[in-house]
């Protein structure tokens, strides 16, 4: 079931840029790790970006390009996506665990989202 809730996506042309928000549990965004993850049809889902109070962690393939960034007041956390590509069209998920370290595998959290869709087109 969706524990998370994401928005913004939507359809963007290459080069654009969109911004993802999360709306989770306080405990969660303020103490523990939360990441986005995304998934292509027929791929397997795959890790984005990760933060917590101990800092960020970023995927290659989205280096320089994503910012994620958290606010705690607002329980939220941000997907900020610059220069976007047409290899970056998924469905980006929220996640949630309840450890701080940052993990790029998606079994690491039991928190999750619906998912928002992003398209980009060439």
């Known amino acids: 079931q969706a524990q998370l809730v994401e928005s913004g996506g939507g359809l963007v042309p290459a080069g654009g840029s969109l911004l993802l928000s999360c709306v989770a549990p306080?405990?969660?965004?303020?103490?523990?790790?939360m990441a986005w993850f995304r998934q292509a049809p027929g791929k397997d889902r795959e890790f984005v970006a990760a933060i917590s109070w101990a800092g960020v962690k970023y995927a290659e393939s989205v280096q320089g390009r994503f910012i994620i960034s958290k606010d705690n007041v607002q329980s939220t956390v941000y997907l900020q996506m610059n220069s976007l590509s047409v290899g970056d069209t998924a469905v980006y998920y929220c996640a949630g665990r309840d450890l701080s370290n940052l993990a790029e595998d998606p079994s690491a959290y039991n928190f999750w989202g619906q998912g928002t869709q992003v398209s980009v087109s060439s």
């Open positions: 306080r405990i969660i965004v303020q103490s523990s790790a």
